[in-house]
């Protein structure tokens, strides 16, 4: 059974870039691609990006040019860094493994962390 | 971006009875090479992460009762609790996997008992 969690502060001032690191246990990382995912204070779930195996990225493009998403295989991790942070960006961010069909294309968010509260906030 | 929306926003269901909720897509989410429709349900319980309940529309995840099912195709979809129980208080989202740019969720719909 996979399980994630995410860490990172848990409050980040406005401008500045926002860091979380996802640790994946129980399962193989080069069998699922992995996603970030937030959820602002009472509202809807936003997905922001994924990351293959490969290293193939894909982002949401109302966030693209200010998310990267990184993968490091050695400590079975992955990263989110969402620059020029502000009040909007103030949600519970997620990690999430995605399936993966028999072609490579990526599918449903399987298994989920329990999420991580980040703030923007002078 | 495909856009999912959820009908009600909330409902309240007395116990043991059965709960129905909509999902529908702004665009076609079956891919006709497979004959599959790319949408999933989750279930988000207060304090917790959202748990996959349903994918490929109708399939339910491993350990799910039975009692949840999923049905529909193209761009309406339904997920229905046949008998409501008190651990079901949750809120329901709907997801779209057809497009990956962007992936999209529904609004949710939030489920009571009455």
């Known amino acids: 059974q996979v399980q994630l969690q995410e860490s990172g502060p848990g409050l980040v001032k406005p401008s500045e870039t926002l860091s979380l690191t996802c640790t994946v246990s129980g399962g193989s990382i080069s069998s699922y691609y992995w996603s970030w995912i937030r959820q602002p204070p009472g509202k809807g779930l936003e997905w922001i990006g994924y990351i293959y195996y490969s290293g193939s990225t894909n982002y949401n493009p109302s966030l693209k040019s200010r998310v990267t998403i990184s993968l490091d295989t050695s400590k079975n991790q992955f990263s989110l860094k969402l620059s020029s942070v502000t009040a909007a960006d103030t949600a519970v961010y997620y990690c999430a493994s995605g399936r993966i069909d028999y072609g490579g294309n990526s599918l449903y968010f399987q298994h989920w962390g329990q999420g991580t509260l980040v703030t923007v906030s002078s | 971006d495909i856009v999912m929306t959820q009908s009600p926003d909330s409902l309240a269901v007395s116990l043991g009875e059965r709960a129905t909720i909509n999902c529908k897509s702004s665009q076609s989410v079956l891919y006709s090479s497979n004959n599959k429709n790319y949408l999933a349900w989750y279930q988000q319980k207060p304090g917790q992460p959202p748990k996959l309940l349903i994918y490929w529309a109708s399939t339910r995840e491993s350990g799910v009762p039975d009692r949840f099912s999923g049905s529909g195709s193209g761009t309406d979809f339904t997920l229905t609790i046949s008998s409501l129980q008190a651990e079901d208080v949750a809120v329901y989202y709907c997801?779209?996997?057809?497009?990956?740019?962007?992936?999209?969720f529904g609004p949710g719909t939030k489920v009571d008992i009455k």
């Open positions: 997801q779209q996997y057809y497009s990956t740019r962007p992936f999209t």
